[in-house]
């Protein structure tokens, strides 16, 4: 069936409709294809005779509680148990699962629940008016004297009642409605209460599915190595020794990289050692991080496309009694998710199957049909649950890489990256090099504000159409959108690349680099008026309650204000991104000998309406020692061409009992849905360094914070 068929066939079929969907099958969680649907009035729902809910998710479950929390919004409109609604991953379809907030089908931005806030509600709302309507008409009543309830219509005059199940058929043929009332949330029954995971008793006992968990009939393993520079290429393999190793069947030879095929990864990683490739260093084989910052900061010496420009800031600075000049640096970042890169293709004279898990499944689609000439029909995504995502599965460059190498294999094969080959050839964060000024006047308040961002543009090669006027808007994030009021502002962008380093989106996307610079700066200004830092905040939130309120929150919750031990001290930031306001106090102890140890954190959230809290406090919770980690040790560095960290032992995680105790408040109200799973990570590391200066006086303008208070 077409895309057009699917788009307009509402024909019965066997007692049904149907409706052309791709659809997996496995338990609950589906991956083949589906076509005996006998009520779907919308591309994200079907009831089966058995009154079986089926909720196809357009989005994937990484670990931010999706899987609960959009299931909820159906169930809330439907009138049905939410721990019954089984979920199907949606196939690759950038029209019908598209992300309203984004433009194409995406998991990402933290845009779930605000992107199908709406949309999710109303297909569960037009289903149920549907079914409602089937009832009355069988009943020869007017259907506002039913209702549905717990899956089920009710005639309330009567008292009669039938299941969903019943129904069906007759709802699906009837016309959908173009328009249904949504419940005001005064109504509402199950969003904004708690609820446990869904997908957390799979997680448990083993039976959730993710890409690595695939296992295909005569499945084959293979672990790939690439150019250890960027930018080399492969020169030779010592084929013969790879296949002496037992279980080894097959070398790959690709431009850039290698791989070796057998039994099981275990044979496939030794074969690949024995093979010892030797690489054609290419022409970045000199490079190191020194030379990448050096030519980021001839770079932001010239004037950038401007993102923002508020009355005269150089004229207002120039004049102003004292100036306030800053530089702040951030490192490359690598993802390093839980669940190791992987994905398992195979490719056939019919087509290609691709068992993987991806945040893009309509780009991935697109990328293997540019690369095999293949059709849409002929490119079939099984996508799975994600053991991490944090940006990396974002992009399709690993699903290229296994399909480069099944195209040369017989038969379904595995391809997976070592956590050494994937931290050495992630796709990084940007380096970010920031210039900023401010004028103050004679109290030490701030007049002007002026801020040049240097880095790559991930835009640029990601969707180039969404820079407008030679600004990438997520290098702007939260820098040119800043929460706090200046009358004179200018914020400009250059866009600096490194040599043969592709970046991309890391957790918090734009705003977590643009919070970290503008809290550290808006800190130091404060500092430079002797002021208090949050008061100094207020001061300049008059137009933005929602800022000053969470701030507030944090602030009370953490005791700001009462004296602390000598070595210890608090911070404060804010962050306003995703349609949420986050505030965060970080309290530290610092001590020459241990370093910076971070004992508490008191988190406040504005999101606006909340469907499942516990998600929310999760997805804090999560974010903070995410960007605790990152903020204390991560750092991605190059010398002589190549990534010099390989594994967790000098890429490092926050460890358990290094973790703070943590504190999320959130705060009630009826706004518009906000984003969660980001904002937390950019929140908290301003938050950390702060606490360092208050603690230690040591100002951090350079991360990861690594020994910087020690050697003072």
Known sequence: ????????????????????????????????????????????????????????????????????????????????????????????????????????????????????????????????????????????????????????????????????????????????????????????????????????????????????????????????????????????????????VRGVSQVVRLDDAVAVVAIHTWAAKQGLAAAAPQWDAGPNAKL?????????????????????????????????????????????????????????????????????????????????MKLTGLGREQVRIHNHLLGGGFGRRLEYDGTVRAVQIAQQVRGPVQVIWTREEDIQHDMYRPYYYDRLSAGVDAKGRAVAWSHRITGSSIVARYSPSWIKDGVDPDAVESSANLPYEFSDIHVDWVAQEPPGISTTWWRGVGSTRGTFVVESFIDELATSAKADPLAYRIALLEKNPRARAVLQLAAERSGWGKPLPSGQGRGIALCTGFGSFIAQVVQVSVDKDSGV?????????????????????????????????????????????????????????????????IRVDLVKNLEAPGGIGEPGTSCVMPALTNAIFAAAGKRIRKLPVGDQTRAA
């Open 1 to 244: 069936m077409n895309r057009r068929d699917f788009l307009t066939a509402t024909s019965a079929l066997g007692g049904g409709l149907l409706l052309g969907f791709g659809l997996p099958a496995r338990g609950e969680i589906r991956d083949t294809l589906t076509t005996n649907a006998p009520f779907a009035p919308n591309a994200f729902l079907r009831i089966d005779r058995t009154g079986k809910v089926t909720f196809v998710m357009p989005m994937i479950e990484m670990g931010q509680g999706t899987y609960t929390s959009l299931p909820m919004l159906i169930a809330e409109e439907l009138e049905v148990d939410v721990d019954k609604v089984a979920i199907e991953h949606s196939p690759p379809d950038d029209k019908v699962y598209v992300n309203p907030l984004i433009g194409i089908q995406m998991a990402g931005g933290s845009t779930a629940v605000r992107g199908m806030y709406v949309p999710l509600r109303r297909a569960g709302a037009t289903a149920r008016v549907m079914l409602v309507t089937a009832a009355a008409q069988r009943w020869k009543v007017d259907p506002s004297t039913c209702r549905a309830e717990n899956g089920a219509v009710v005639h309330a005059p009567t008292g009669r009642k039938l299941g969903y199940g019943a129904l069906v058929d007759a709802a699906a043929k009837l016309q959908v409605p173009e328009k249904v009332a949504l419940k005001e949330p005064g109504e509402f029954k199950l969003v904004g209460t708690p609820h446990r995971r869904l997908d957390t008793s799979g997680k448990v006992n083993g039976s959730a599915k993710f890409g690595i968990d695939t296992r295909l009939p005569g499945m084959k393993f293979a672990v790939v190595a690439a150019s250890p520079t960027f930018g080399g290429k492969l020169v030779s393999v010592d084929e013969a020794k790879a296949k002496a």
């Open 288 to 368: 190191s991080t020194a030379d990448i910052v050096e030519q980021l900061a001839r770079a932001s010496e010239n004037p950038g496309a401007v993102a923002r420009h508020d009355g005269d800031a150089a004229t207002a600075i120039a004049g102003a009694a004292r100036k306030v000049d800053a530089i702040y640096q951030q490192p490359f970042l690598a993802h390093a998710t839980m669940e190791p890169m992987n994905c398992t293709v195979q490719v056939t004279k019919e087509g290609c199957d691709i068992w993987t898990g991806t945040q893009v499944p309509g780009l991935t689609q697109a990328a293997v």
């Open 597 to 661: 140890n971070p004992t508490h954190v008191w988190c406040a959230v504005d999101c606006g309406v909340q469907v499942n809290p516990d998600t929310i406090r999760a997805q804090m919770e999560s974010g903070i020692i995410f960007g605790l980690s990152a903020a204390l040790h991560g750092e991605i560095t190059i010398k002589d061409g190549r990534v010099e960290q390989t594994n967790f032992g000098d890429y490092r995680v926050l460890r358990i009992n290094e973790a703070p105790r």
